[in-house]
Structures are given as C-alpha cells and as structure tokens.
C-alpha cells in the first residue's frame, strides 16, 4: 500500500502562554509586570509534528481538541506548519487544554490545565489510519491518561502493520514513572532526556541508563540539553554535543531534536548522522520564543551536520 504519510502523531493538543522575564508570582494580589508574552503552538507532540514537517517529513496528527478558541487556534497553526489535521477529534462541549510557562533565562515552571489532553484512546487510532503512515510517533506519554492501558497493544498493532515506533515520555508530574516494561519492548526509538532516563531506568548515571533501556528498545537516545545527546543501537553508542546558539528560550528543544532524528532514521542514515541532525535542530529552535518559531528547514540545519552516510 501507498504510505500518505511518514509519521502519525498520537498525541496532545494545547497552546502554550509563555511569559518571559521577573516571572516569579507574588500573592496577596501583587501585580507584576514581565517583559513579554506570546501564546504559541504548545504539546509536545504538536510542537514535534511541525518540526518534522519543517524538515520536509509528510506528518498527520491524531488527537483531541474542544471546539474553542484555544482548539482553533492549534489547528490553524498546525495546518499552516504543514501538518494534516482532518484526523483530530473535535469534541463540542469540551475545553482544549493550555500551558502557562513561566519562562526565566534557561529555566522555566509550567502549570497545564488538562482540559482534553488526557482524552485520546487506543481505540481512536484504526487500523486504517495506521496503514497511512510509515511510523508511529507518541510523545507526553504521562499526561495522556486514556491512552496509556491501550498503548503496547497499540504499538503492536502499528508494528504488525509494517510501522516503526517512537516515544517521548517527557516529565512524570505525577513523580511515579511506573507502567513501563510492556511498552518499552515495542519501542524501536526511545527519546527521553537524561532526568526522564534516570528516573524510568532508576540508574544513578547515564551510561547505565542507556545501557538498561537498550534492552527493551533498538535504539535508545538521551537528550542532555546543552551537553547534545547520546544514543545507542545495541552495542553501537555515540555522543554529539550540542550547538552554540543564541538562545532565546528551550521550549520545545526536546520535540524539534526528536524531529530531526526521527528524519535521519526513517531516511535510513547512520545513527551519528541522525544525532547530528536531532542536535543541531534542538539547538537551532532555542534562537526564538516558543516551540516552533525557530525550527530549522533541512537546508538550513545540514549546514551544521558534520557526518556523511
Ligand atoms: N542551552 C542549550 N544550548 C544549545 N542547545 C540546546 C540547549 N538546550 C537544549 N539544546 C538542544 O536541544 C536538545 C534537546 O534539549 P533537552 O533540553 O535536552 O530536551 P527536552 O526539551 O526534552 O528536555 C539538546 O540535545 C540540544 O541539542
Ligand atoms: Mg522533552
């Protein structure tokens, strides 16, 4: 069958309101002031799906949003970032989900109304969606709660239809990190940063982290934010750092990094070169406010990859 589509995304759909600057709220009803604020394309999975658009990947996204003005707004800029988007669910009488992030120099606290992010469920996703993409992306794992019961099946209804897998987890609020094990063995690329990898392997360091997730996955790489990445496919390991940028903020790094990996790999590059295009592209989209006003186009972000192959 003729793939549509190299990736589906399964995944949340949320804005994200980030105010930059003295950010730190003070009670006992304190105005402050703060140097600026933007509402822009938040979710970790809609920030992806636009960087692997960006880079040139055909992507559709699967998952749920109200019909209101946080709904609409994600879906317009998902459509002008070259998403598909006629398969998201848009439930009437339901309120989309929102992020504010209190942005302060690299750090940032974010505080998320669920709203319908944690709606999506295995059943959602038909065989005959799947059979229109060459790959299964999920990401916020933790914060999409109907999906979790149902997700090793799905991942081996996906790989039973010719798909390969990724997941990114991103950050447990609920501290827990439990419900792994089933999954991870249908994962081919696994994508946590190094406090999601320490706190799922429960190792003290990241070499035994990576060691112990590349058990269940075929290729395990770790995001360690300004020091670049690490990745290993069984007993191949590489590290890449990180590119200098003028950075602006890291919203979204993680998910434009995943982006330009997931191009490598389902290009069949090596697994350097793929980490060199995943490092590249999470420091470019650092140069600008939000998660995908500086996601790089492939032209732009293969004048820094340094490998062939
Ligand atoms: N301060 C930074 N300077 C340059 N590049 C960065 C910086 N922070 C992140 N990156 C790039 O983005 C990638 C992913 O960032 P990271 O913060 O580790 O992921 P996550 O957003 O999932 O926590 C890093 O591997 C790196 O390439
Ligand atoms: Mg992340």
Redesign the pocket.
Known sequence: MVKTFDILVAGEINPDLILSGEVVPSFGQIEKLVDSAALTVGS?SAIFACGAARLGLRITFIGICGDDTFGRFMLAEMNTHGVDTSSVLVRPGGQTGLSVILNRG?DRAILTYPGLIPALTADDITDDLLRRARHLHIASYFLQTAIQPGLPNLYKRAHTLGLTTSL?T?WDPSGKWRGFDALLQQVDVF??????ALAISKAKEIESAIQQLSESCKVVVI???????IACRGKEASR??????D?VD?????????AGFLYGYLNGWSMEKSLSL??????L??RAAGGTSAQPTLDEAMKYVTFSG
């Open positions: 970790s690299t990114d991103n994508l946590p940063n190094e406090k999601e995001k360690l934010g300004a020091d670049g990445a890449i750092p990180a590119l200098k940028v950075l890291t919203v979204g790094a993680g998910d434009t990094f995943n995943a490092a590249v592209c999470g420091s989209s650092t």
